[in-house]
């Protein structure tokens, strides 16, 4: 066997991604394969097909059991922002000193601000009255960055961009230090090709526990089953000017313990909780995120509608090869929409827009709990006045009584925002190849290494005739992509890029069939490889079990013996000797609250089960007996107790 660099025929050489080598020809060749195909089942590290999997692995492969871990460990896979929701809808216990703060990648279209040296034009000063070069005059700015469709993760590192979604929910350990106590996360699962929910237990101080949640209770307010966040002015948030300015003071402690646990009277200050800092809320970049990651789904199954229609498959195939062309991917989307906006795609507009007004929104209204957001905030700080609309109303919260109308509750679908959708027009409406490179998952250096492997083939092809288009065409058009023009499910970030890679090796080999080429996948990929023929993820059904419990958990002690981010309910109300028991062990002034706050629901709004729910059907149209058994049951109890 010799190596080959060139190749003796004339073509130019491989690029130093490929490892070529010249194989004398036996009687019956056999054809080489461009990476080993991993066995059957192969068995991986727990969650290394998921996001939060990338998190635990650049935790040292271990759960991250403080905040500060945690965002040590984020630091190391990208740029993370964050944003406190100080009274938050979903964990009723955050206030002041203790919020529940969103952490997501920063997206690409929201980047960083950047530092310039700006000369002012004045002579420079020379050092020390040396005669050599002297260092320019001017001073250090910060401009705002360029934005782009896409980051530019490299190939082989984990793209979490609209991938991964954290809440940490602070609270104060025995030891009076403000912690991280558990982290809920939303993770981008590529062999399930949805998004799991799940929960970190036990940390700050405790010993963590990842949970994967069913789903089911997650649904309720995740009714796309991707990431929420309410829209502007955010005013529940430390992006509201008051509510921040409030909560400064009292996030500025003594640290008492260092970070192996030591107490330490000498550490002087904090200005963070467990690693988070929360006076710099990244509200913007953290909409963005979470519009992208809850676009994913939508999205993913608009390519599906595509190929029913030969010339929908025509689109896809066009916009496939957007990818791959070279140049920022929205410039290339302007030419690409000639071309798209005059085909015949009227049946998938139609679909498309159908399913549009179906898909379950992701914007929550806007909710101001602690009194108007609009009230002055001088530069000594927030009025008296004003201060107190907030502490008062962080002391409701403190004492349990958050007095969230359930408007505003998102199990409750009138708590979100439907923006207007009117039909489209245009297929570029409603399809781009940014939206496809989001959907798959791809960075810019993806894209880069898609291009590679076109300009390979053309080397060794050495065609003048041979174009790139003629090439991406060829690749995507055949046997490794055949199964995504049936049924319009695309391949994930890395099965992509196994497959292009694939199909590149066959063009070569369609005139160098003793060309044995091999392309280390651990230089393209970061997870491990798709294995079509593995058993499915089992997923609990979400099936109706019962009008509140499918969502709530009973308050049998102090707490609820298990994480469940939707309140626990202080009886059920569909058993009549939970509820007798419940009357006899509680006192007058609890009775009125819970029973006022269950003929609300149940009765005057009308809002449990949620009216979007599986149960609400079950109950409120199958046997609204039952329902109505119940609503009178609390209407006798608590017209007693008035």
Request: aromatic share 6%; net charge positive; charged share 25%.
């Amino acid at each position: 066997m010799k190596t080959a660099f060139p190749y003796r025929s004339g073509l130019v050489a491989l690029t130093l991604t490929f490892a070529v080598a010249v194989v004398p020809a036996p009687a019956a060749p056999s054809a080489p394969v461009l990476d080993e195909a991993p066995p059957p089942h192969e068995s991986v590290r727990p969650h290394a097909h998921t996001a939060i999997g990338a998190v635990i692995e650049a935790n040292g492969w271990k759960l991250p059991a403080t905040g500060a871990e945690l965002t040590t460990a984020l630091t190391k896979l990208g740029d993370f922002v964050q944003l406190p929701v100080t009274f938050s809808a979903v964990a009723l216990h955050s206030g002041l000193t203790h919020p529940r703060v969103v952490i997501t990648m920063r997206p690409s279209t929201h980047p960083a601000p950047v530092e310039k040296f700006v000369p002012d034009g004045r002579r420079a000063q020379s050092f020390g009255g040396w005669s050599g070069p002297s260092a320019p005059s001017g001073t250090t700015k910060l401009f705002a960055g360029t934005p782009a469709p896409l980051g530019t993760t490299p190939t082989n590192k984990p793209y979490l961009e609209g991938r991964l979604f954290l809440a940490a929910n602070t609270d104060v350990d025995g030891r009076g230090q403000p912690v991280v106590k558990t982290v809920e996360f939303i993770s981008w699962n590529s062999r399930k090709q949805k998004f799991d929910f799940g929960v970190i237990e036990g940390m700050g101080g405790g010993q963590p526990e990842l949970k994967t949640l069913d789903g089911v209770r997650c649904f309720s307010c995740h009714k796309n089953r991707g990431p929420i966040l309410g829209v502007a002015p955010w005013s529940n948030t430390a992006h509201n000017d008051l509510v921040r300015a409030t909560s400064a003071p009292l996030l500025k402690f003594t640290a008492r313990f260092d970070k192996d646990g030591q107490e330490n009277a000498n550490l002087g200050l904090r200005d963070d909780i467990d690693g988070l800092r929360l006076l710099g809320p990244s509200r913007p970049e953290v909409d963005a995120a979470v519009r992208q990651g809850a676009d994913v789904l939508r999205d993913r199954e608009r390519f599906k509608l595509l190929v029913r229609t030969s010339e929908g498959r025509k689109a896809l195939t066009l916009l496939l090869g957007a990818l791959v062309t070279k140049g920022p991917l929205d410039k290339v989307d302007q030419k690409l929409a000639l071309d798209l906006n005059v085909m015949d795609l009227v049946t998938f507009m139609r679909d498309a827009h159908a399913a549009n007004k179906a898909v379950a929104p992701s914007a929550l209204a806007d909710y101001s709990p602690a009194g108007p957001v609009n009230l002055p905030v001088g530069p000594n700080g927030p009025t008296s006045a004003a201060t107190q609309l907030v502490t008062r109303y962080d002391a409701l919260r403190a004492a349990g009584a958050p007095a969230l109308p359930t408007e505003h509750q998102p199990s409750n679908p009138k708590a979100f925002v439907r923006p207007a959708l009117p039909a489209p027009s245009r297929p570029t409406q409603l399809i781009s190849a940014v939206m496809l490179a989001r959907a798959i998952g791809l960075s810019e250096d993806d894209r880069a290494f898609l291009a590679k492997c076109v300009d390979d083939v053309l080397g060794w092809f050495n065609d003048p005739q041979l174009t790139a288009a003629a090439v991406t065409k060829a690749i995507l058009t055949g046997p490794h992509f055949a199964d995504v023009f049936q049924t319009g499910t695309l391949p994930e970030r890395d099965d992509f890029k196994d497959r292009f890679a694939a199909g590149s090796v066959d063009l070569l080999r369609t005139k160098f069939p003793r060309l044995a080429v091999r392309r280390p996948r651990a230089e393209y990929a970061s997870t491990p490889k798709f294995d079509a023929g593995a058993e499915p993820e089992a997923e609990a059904a979400a099936v109706p079990s019962h009008a509140c419990l499918a969502c709530h958990d009973v308050r049998t002690g102090a707490k609820p013996a298990a994480f469940n981010p939707i309140p626990a309910l202080a009886f059920d109300p569909f058993d009549t000797v939970a509820r007798e028991a419940w009357l006899q062990t509680t006192d007058r002034k609890k009775k009125v609250a819970v029973l006022s706050r269950l003929v609300k629901r149940i009765g005057t709004d009308k809002d449990m089960p949620p009216e979007d729910s599986a149960e609400a059907e079950v109950y409120r149209t199958k046997d609204p007996a039952a329902l109505a058994a119940v609503r009178n049951w609390l209407d006798a109890e608590l017209k007693k107790v008035k």
